[in-house]
């Protein structure tokens, strides 16, 4: 799964250039402070997390959803497929022995 944020898209949309001017909304019409630092980079570079209230201030601040600034990959990943070769081999008649290559406990 791939996301990627577009937070400088959106903001560029509503007219919105700078990290300053971002800053203003997010105190003038979400009530939600972010330091100088925290803006610009929400700015500039993939967030590997953000707030669920900082999201929820971006979107009220300029006026948009979640999906305005989020956009997610949802094509299924393909998962290799085990040929016999790489499948696991039991350990001795009847023990089974599952993809992690573990046992399972004795009953």
Same mark, same amino acid.
């Given at each position: 799964? #791939?996301? !990627?944020? #577009?937070? !400088?898209? &959106?903001? %560029?949309? #509503?007219?919105?250039?700078? @990290?300053? *001017?971002?800053?203003?909304?997010?105190?003038? !019409?979400? @009530?939600?402070? =972010?330091?100088? &630092?925290?803006?610009?980079?929400?700015?500039?570079?993939?967030?590997? *997390?953000?707030?669920?209230?900082?999201? %929820?201030? =971006?979107?009220? %601040?300029? *006026?948009?959803?979640?999906?305005?600034?989020?956009?997610?990959? $949802?094509?299924? /990943? $393909?998962?290799?497929?085990?040929? /016999? *070769?790489?499948?696991?081999?039991? #350990? &001795?008649? @009847?023990?089974?022995?599952?993809? &992690? @290559?573990? $046992?399972?406990?004795?009953?």
């Amino acid at each position: 799964m #791939r996301i !990627r944020w #577009r937070l !400088r898209m &959106a903001a %560029a949309q #509503r007219e919105v250039w700078t @990290g300053a *001017q971002l800053r203003r909304l997010l105190i003038d !019409r979400a @009530g939600h402070e =972010l330091s100088s &630092a925290s803006i610009s980079a929400l700015m500039t570079k993939q967030p590997n *997390q953000v707030k669920l209230e900082t999201l %929820a201030a =971006l979107c009220t %601040a300029l *006026q948009c959803t979640p999906n305005d600034l989020i956009e997610i990959d $949802t094509t299924p /990943a $393909t998962q290799p497929v085990m040929s /016999a *070769q790489t499948q696991p081999v039991a #350990r &001795a008649v @009847g023990e089974q022995v599952n993809p &992690a @290559g573990r $046992t399972p406990p004795p009953f």
